[in-house]
Protein backbone atom coordinates (compact mmCIF):
# COMPACT_ATOMS: atom_id res chain seq x y z
CA UNK A 1 0.00 0.00 0.00
CA UNK A 2 1.14 3.61 -0.67
CA UNK A 3 2.08 6.33 1.96
CA UNK A 4 -1.19 8.11 0.90
CA UNK A 5 -2.99 5.29 1.58
CA UNK A 6 -2.11 5.06 4.57
CA UNK A 7 -2.20 8.38 6.26
CA UNK A 8 -5.88 8.40 4.69
CA UNK A 9 -6.71 5.29 6.52
CA UNK A 10 -5.22 6.53 9.69
CA UNK A 11 -7.08 9.89 9.32
CA UNK A 12 -10.60 7.87 8.87
CA UNK A 13 -9.77 5.75 11.79
CA UNK A 14 -8.82 8.75 14.12
CA UNK A 15 -12.25 10.74 12.95
CA UNK A 16 -14.57 7.56 13.87
CA UNK A 17 -13.05 7.24 17.19
CA UNK A 18 -13.92 11.07 17.72
CA UNK A 19 -16.71 11.33 15.85
CA UNK A 20 -19.44 10.49 18.02
CA UNK A 21 -18.01 12.69 21.08
CA UNK A 22 -17.75 15.64 18.51
CA UNK A 23 -21.32 15.31 17.92
CA UNK A 24 -21.92 15.18 21.93
CA UNK A 25 -20.06 17.94 22.92
CA UNK A 26 -21.14 20.68 20.31
CA UNK A 27 -24.59 19.99 21.11
CA UNK A 28 -24.60 21.09 24.56
CA UNK A 29 -26.51 23.81 26.42
CA UNK A 30 -23.16 25.08 28.26
CA UNK A 31 -21.92 25.41 24.48
CA UNK A 32 -24.90 27.30 23.23
CA UNK A 33 -24.66 29.98 25.97
CA UNK A 34 -20.78 30.15 25.29
CA UNK A 35 -21.10 30.70 21.75
CA UNK A 36 -24.03 33.70 22.43
CA UNK A 37 -21.74 35.16 24.49
CA UNK A 38 -18.77 35.53 22.51
CA UNK A 39 -21.14 36.57 20.08
CA UNK A 40 -22.56 39.32 22.29
CA UNK A 41 -18.62 40.11 23.48
CA UNK A 42 -17.96 40.68 19.96
CA UNK A 43 -20.75 42.87 19.46
CA UNK A 44 -19.60 45.19 22.87
CA UNK A 45 -15.87 45.64 21.04
CA UNK A 46 -17.14 47.59 17.91
CA UNK A 47 -15.11 50.40 17.77
CA UNK A 48 -17.72 52.83 15.95
CA UNK A 49 -15.03 55.73 14.55
CA UNK A 50 -12.35 52.28 13.08
CA UNK A 51 -15.17 50.49 12.01
CA UNK A 52 -18.72 51.05 12.33
CA UNK A 53 -18.63 54.17 10.21
CA UNK A 54 -16.76 53.15 7.55
CA UNK A 55 -19.09 50.19 6.46
CA UNK A 56 -21.94 52.75 6.98
CA UNK A 57 -23.17 51.10 10.38
CA UNK A 58 -22.37 54.50 12.53
CA UNK A 59 -25.35 56.07 14.91
CA UNK A 60 -25.53 58.67 11.99
CA UNK A 61 -26.89 55.55 9.91
CA UNK A 62 -29.81 54.84 12.38
CA UNK A 63 -33.42 56.63 10.79
CA UNK A 64 -34.88 58.76 13.23
CA UNK A 65 -37.71 59.50 11.68
CA UNK A 66 -40.72 57.77 9.33
CA UNK A 67 -40.86 53.92 9.65
CA UNK A 68 -37.30 52.42 10.87
CA UNK A 69 -35.64 49.71 8.14
CA UNK A 70 -33.85 46.89 9.72
CA UNK A 71 -30.45 48.62 9.07
CA UNK A 72 -31.73 51.09 11.90
CA UNK A 73 -32.62 48.64 13.82
CA UNK A 74 -29.39 46.61 13.72
CA UNK A 75 -27.56 50.13 14.36
CA UNK A 76 -30.09 50.98 17.64
CA UNK A 77 -29.47 46.80 18.65
CA UNK A 78 -25.17 47.56 18.56
CA UNK A 79 -25.44 50.55 20.38
CA UNK A 80 -27.94 49.62 22.87
CA UNK A 81 -26.02 46.13 23.71
CA UNK A 82 -22.62 48.70 23.28
CA UNK A 83 -23.88 50.71 26.37
CA UNK A 84 -25.93 48.63 28.64
CA UNK A 85 -24.23 45.34 28.57
CA UNK A 86 -20.20 46.49 28.92
CA UNK A 87 -20.38 46.51 32.70
CA UNK A 88 -22.67 43.15 32.78
CA UNK A 89 -20.27 41.74 30.44
CA UNK A 90 -17.18 41.72 32.58
CA UNK A 91 -18.72 40.12 35.24
CA UNK A 92 -19.98 37.56 33.14
CA UNK A 93 -16.96 37.04 30.97
CA UNK A 94 -14.93 36.48 34.59
CA UNK A 95 -17.68 34.17 36.05
CA UNK A 96 -17.05 31.96 32.98
CA UNK A 97 -13.52 32.04 32.75
CA UNK A 98 -13.24 31.11 36.42
CA UNK A 99 -16.07 28.12 35.53
CA UNK A 100 -13.93 27.15 32.19
CA UNK A 101 -10.34 27.23 34.59
CA UNK A 102 -11.64 25.16 37.36
CA UNK A 103 -14.26 22.73 35.52
CA UNK A 104 -12.90 22.83 31.91
Request: aromatic fraction near 10%; hydrophobic fraction near 55%.
Amino acid sequence: RSFFSLFVAEVFSILQSFLPQLFTMALTLGSLLEAILLLVNAVAILHEQRFLSKVGWGSDGAQTFGEPTVKSKIITLINSVRTLLRVPLIGVNIVVIVYELALG
